[in-house]
């Protein structure tokens, strides 16, 4: 099993940029795919980012590419968001998952762990 736990989120004008940080508790973490997720009020869950195991296999929706870096530590047992250029559309709770999975980038549906979530809100 793993625990996460998001934190970095918080209150930023367009433009600006935040990192959110997922601690990962246990020794396992670095057999675990890791990814972001976010839910804007009134919307589903959507998928922002993932990262393999090792950290060599990366992937973003389109709405954070080249905006979005998603990056891990296996040594901290933590993972990383940064965002960079942030819109009014990028408030949302952010959320951290794990998935223990052969394949380098998760289905949605393998996801196994999720965190209780952070808050980002963009201003105009």
């Known amino acids: 099993q793993v625990q996460l736990v998001e934190s970095g989120g918080g209150l930023v004008q367009t433009g600006g940029s935040l990192r959110l940080s997922c601690a990962a508790s246990?020794?396992?973490?670095?057999?675990?795919?890791m990814g972001w997720f976010r839910q804007a009020p009134g919307k589903e869950r959507e998928f922002v980012a993932a990262?393999?195991?090792?950290?060599?296999?990366?992937d973003y929706a389109d709405s954070g590419k080249g905006r979005f870096m998603i990056s891990r530590d296996n040594a901290k047992n933590t993972m990383y968001l940064q965002m960079n250029s942030l819109k009014p559309e990028d408030t949302a709770v952010y959320y951290c998952?794990?998935?223990?999975?052969?394949?380098?980038?998760?289905?949605?549906?393998?996801?196994?762990?999720w965190g209780q979530g952070t808050q980002v809100t963009v201003s105009s």
């Open positions: 990262i393999s195991w090792s950290g060599l296999t990366t």
């Open positions: 998952a794990a998935a223990r999975t052969p394949r380098s980038i998760p289905r949605k549906y393998e996801y196994n762990y």
């Open positions: 246990g020794r396992t973490f670095s057999s675990y795919a």
